[in-house]
């Protein structure tokens, strides 16, 4: 766990800090985006986690350890950092770049290598294609992937990763998204994301903070932000489509009627959806097949009946909520 308490940063020369009494927690396991516009912070509070940067004010702790009272080479080690502009060296090849920190630590040559081709596939970048090459060769999203590999190479239990997905095209980013977000159920790892798109935060967010001019403005669960924005800034940094993003954010299983009666159900394939769906494919489907209700199936087993009115009665409670 991560504890930031009353942290501010004024960096000489500039007029407002670059982050202002800000107290947070990270909890251990857990992916916590931080989110906001250019400019509002989000690089100085990564930096400050694994003491690139010193804050003039306030504490923080990993693990209950005030960070200040560590050894800062040996701090890092236990952080993983993927930085914004990806920073790989260029007279070294991809594998060499990776395994920087592992030769650092001493690891064996064949366990180094090992972990390396494994990076590799891990991010879509096929070893036998990737690993000789140099970082001229990439395109800027591959660079990233690299940084990504990188980071993870000696294992480190916290993750800082600095926009890592931003130079990638919008299918390749939804894949990595997609990726990420399955080798997080298996690592693990305590994570500090830094994003300026919300919906990249909404997606993988465990936890979102959302801030603005060095402050936090609101945080919570994806769905508490999207559900009860605490001000304009947060209502305007969603967009108008926030009734869209919730439906996506929802699970078929969250909304339908478990004991609603199967029996007449068309065993076809357009009436059904999966429970792990969003509630959006159950929307779509029912315009599709002109329907409304659908069945929600788990492991191919009837599991109840997902129907327009139910969708309406929660987004009903939702905006009700709001005012
Ligand atoms: N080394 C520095 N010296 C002076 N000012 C700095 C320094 N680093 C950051 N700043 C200033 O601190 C503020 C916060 O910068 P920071 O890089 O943390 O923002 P950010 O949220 O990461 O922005 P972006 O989304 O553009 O990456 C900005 O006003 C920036 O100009
Ligand atoms: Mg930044």
């Not at 399955?182 to 801030?211: M, N, P, W, Y």
Request: proline share 7%; hydrophobic share 40%.
């Amino acid at each position: 766990m991560i504890q930031l308490e009353h942290i501010s940063k004024r960096f000489s020369g500039v007029a407002r800090p670059a982050v202002d009494q800000l107290s947070l927690t990270v909890e251990k396991g857990k992916i916590s985006v931080f989110v906001g516009p250019s400019g509002c912070g989000k690089t100085t509070i990564l930096r400050m986690i694994n003491r690139l940067v010193e804050p003039d004010e306030g504490t923080i702790f990993i693990d209950g350890k005030n960070i200040l009272q560590m050894n800062p080479p040996l701090l890092r080690r236990t952080i993983g950092y993927v930085i914004q502009q990806v920073g790989l060296l260029p007279h070294r090849t991809i594998g060499q770049n990776i395994s920087l920190v592992p030769e650092l630590l001493g690891w064996p040559r064949e366990k180094t290598a090992r972990k390396v081709r494994e990076l590799l596939e891990m991010t879509g970048l096929p070893p036998e294609e990737f690993e000789s090459k140099y970082p001229y060769q990439l395109s800027g999203g591959q660079a990233q992937r690299v940084g990504v590999a990188r980071a993870l190479a000696a294992d480190p239990p916290i993750m800082l990763m600095d926009e890592p997905f931003a130079a990638v095209d919008p299918i390749i980013r939804m894949h990595l998204q997609d990726e990420f977000l399955r080798v997080q159920q298996h690592i693990r790892k305590t994570i500090c994301f830094v994003t300026h798109d919300i919906s990249e935060a909404i997606k993988i967010g465990d936890h979102l903070v959302i801030l603005n001019e060095g402050r936090l403005v609101q945080s919570g669960t994806p769905i508490e932000i999207l559900t009860h924005p605490s001000n304009d800034f947060v209502s305007s940094l969603i967009g108008d489509d926030r009734g869209s993003k919730i439906l996506d954010l929802i699970r078929c299983e969250g909304l339908m009627d478990p004991q609603a009666p199967l029996v007449d159900f068309p065993k076809d394939n357009g009436s059904r959806v999966q429970a792990v769906w969003p509630v959006k494919a159950a929307l779509e489907r029912m315009m599709k097949n002109n329907t409304d209700e659908v069945m929600v199936c788990r492991e191919d087993q009837p599991a109840g009946i997902l129907s327009w009115n139910g969708i309406k009665a929660h987004i009903n409670r939702i905006s009700g909520e709001k005012q």
